[in-house]
Nanobody, 114 residues
């Protein structure tokens, strides 16, 4: 139905910035909203940010003021701009395109370390 592919992960020092991308394909018109989640080793997958089809965004408290979610409808792509990175941001970041079900990407690794 809908497939998503994340990209843009990498290694950054604390205080650095990184932009993740999530490109969707398939039945795009069925997507209600898209979201970013993250999962650190030994922890559950946690919500990070979401954006609706009309552009309304929500954020977890842990990233408010530092991360920004946005989308480019022409490119069927959602972005996560991550600023002021902290070591605790280290995780695999997953994109989810919500239709009548969750559609998960493969994840992209973000490592924040000095």
């Amino acid at each position: 139905q809908v497939h998503v592919v994340e990209s843009g992960g990498g290694l950054k020092q604390p205080g650095g910035s990184l932009r993740l991308s999530c490109e969707a394909s398939g039945s795009i018109s069925n997507v209600l909203w898209m979201a970013w989640y993250r999962q650190a080793p030994g922890r559950q997958r946690d919500f990070v940010a979401s954006i609706t089809s009309t552009g309304w965004a929500n954020y977890d408290d842990s990233v408010k003021g530092r991360f920004t979610i946005s989308k480019d409808n022409a490119k069927n792509t959602v972005y996560l701009q991550m600023n002021s990175l902290k070591p605790e941001d280290t995780a695999v970041y997953y994109c989810n395109a919500r239709t009548i079900r969750d559609n998960w990407g493969q994840g992209t690794q973000v490592t924040v370390s000095s």
